[in-house]
């Protein structure tokens, strides 16, 4: 009987969490979890309305565009297709960061994690690297500056959290660059 209800519990939390996960996931903008004011919370800028994203990890290669979509959402929420279309604008940017840190360590590689808040207006009033496995501490300033530059279109919704993952590998520096690079 007790095996019995171990696996009924099992199914149960395994059906929960994937119902759980599957309402989250925003999977054709490349958003691995929609929050609340969540992530703007953790940053000290939470405001009732307010929103997050967290991005999946942003490679430094050519790539697949970022999905068609309206700049902001019916809502009033900047869409995540266009934080993702901006990032990867900022791709030659942030490729020219990794290449300066990889002059002095040309082994380096790993993540980079970067949380930015951008205000209602669209502007981005901050951008910091809050983890990830690599410790220089240049290569996180120049890359979460790059990101940081990024201007979204205003949005009624209220201000945004994005949590953005930068994945960097020497062997991706290597390859072609995206046009303009």
Do not use: N, W
């Not at 309206?70 to 266009?82: C, N, S, Y």
């Not at 949590?163 to 020497?170: A, K």
């Amino acid at each position: 009987m007790t095996t019995l209800k171990h696996s009924f519990l099992s199914l149960a939390i395994g059906l929960f969490s994937a119902m759980f996960i599957g309402g989250c996931a925003a999977e054709a903008a490349s958003v691995e979890d929609e929050t609340t004011a969540e992530a703007a919370s953790e940053a000290g800028h939470a405001k009732k309305g307010d929103y997050g994203y967290e991005m999946q990890d942003l490679r430094l290669v050519s790539g697949e565009a970022a999905p068609a979509a309206d700049a902001v959402t019916p809502d009033g929420r900047i869409a995540p297709e266009e934080v993702l279309r901006q990032a990867t604008a900022k791709i030659p940017a942030l490729r020219a960061c990794y290449a300066e840190a990889l002059k002095k360590d040309p082994g380096l590689g790993g993540k980079v994690i970067v949380r930015m808040h951008v205000e209602a207006d669209g502007k981005v009033s901050s951008s910091r690297v809050t983890g990830g496995s690599i410790g220089d501490a240049a290569l996180g300033k120049c890359l979460a500056q790059e990101l940081g530059s990024m201007t979204l279109p205003a949005a009624p919704k209220g201000a945004l959290e994005v949590v953005y993952p930068i994945e960097l590998s020497p062997d991706d520096l290597a390859k072609s660059a995206p046009s303009g690079a």
